[in-house]
DNA sequence: AAAGTTACTTGCAAAAAACAAGTAAATATC
DNA sequence: GATATTTACTTGTTTTTTGCAAGTAACTTT
């Protein structure tokens, strides 16, 4: 199914943290208490890379920070993740409401097309909210 | 999003076989070629049962086999690989047929439509043929 | 220029996976 | 009805991957 790329525990995480939650740093990921290694991280996002699913550039404001982002290929994977929200809304008890992810089960297309716009035009704001979006950064302000 | 059961480079790949390769007994996994050990391959099963994806009962011909089925949350999962597989077909050089995926993309909901009704009348023939039904029981015929 | 920040890497312990072999129970064969 | 075979595993052992703590180079803020 040429998905093994998400054979592990995190890379299918970084992939919605890029797509629903706004993320865009290795801070974020690191300071977001998923409770993942630094090293892991790094590789994974290497991976990512790798796989062409996602691509860093550096900051053009701080030249030590890299921002991740999806690619195309990425961002196809939305309609993949949003099923997956849906079973897990329907079957595990998640801290999704109910209502919303009905909501986003009816209107799949819209949804989908609201997620792409955003990645399109770099919107930062998520997708889903409840999920929390990246962590405050200490030093800005 | 309550995959967890999934952080696994196996137990995808197993629901993906029970869905639409149409395997059933352990014998069908362990000899599909995709180089699974034993171990592993008991593990992954015990685990998709603890999680309520998978159910197992003793064969009623030959009670030494066990017969494994998706329970209703795990053919629920059917739309999750359905975009899965068109999200592979479009992205990474598969074995799957390019237009045979075309199709399926356009007629989702029929294609799940099948998906479920190959499952609720234990329609033993696989969904996609390119990807193999299950391995011939050399003792049979 | 000193003190943070950012995105990492390195080294080591612990956990998980892969590999090889073995086993009990049921069934098929002679 | 004794022997061989199949099925679904389990049990060691080795190899690989992960998790954790610490460190570092490049850059930015104060």
Same mark, same amino acid.
């Given at each position: 199914m040429s998905l093994e790329v998400f054979g592990d525990r995190w890379s299918l995480l970084i992939v919605r943290d890029l797509m629903i939650r706004g993320f865009r740093t290795f801070h974020d990921f690191e300071n977001? =208490?998923? =409770?993942?290694?630094t090293n892991i991280l790094a590789d994974r996002l290497r991976n990512l890379c790798r796989a062409g699913i996602v691509e860093r550039e550096p900051d053009e404001k701080d030249r030590r920070r890299m921002n991740y982002r999806l690619t195309e290929k990425g961002i196809d994977l939305a309609p993949v993740l949003l099923e997956m929200l849906i079973w897990g809304a329907r079957h595990e008890p998640t801290g999704a409401p109910g209502e919303v992810i009905a909501e986003m089960a009816k209107n799949r297309e819209a949804v989908i097309e609201e997620t792409r716009r955003r990645w399109r035009d770099r919107d930062?704001?998520? +997708? +889903?909210?409840w999920l929390g979006g990246p962590p405050a950064k200490p030093g800005k302000r």
């Open positions: 977001a =208490g998923e =409770g993942i290694a930062p704001r998520p +997708l +889903l909210p």
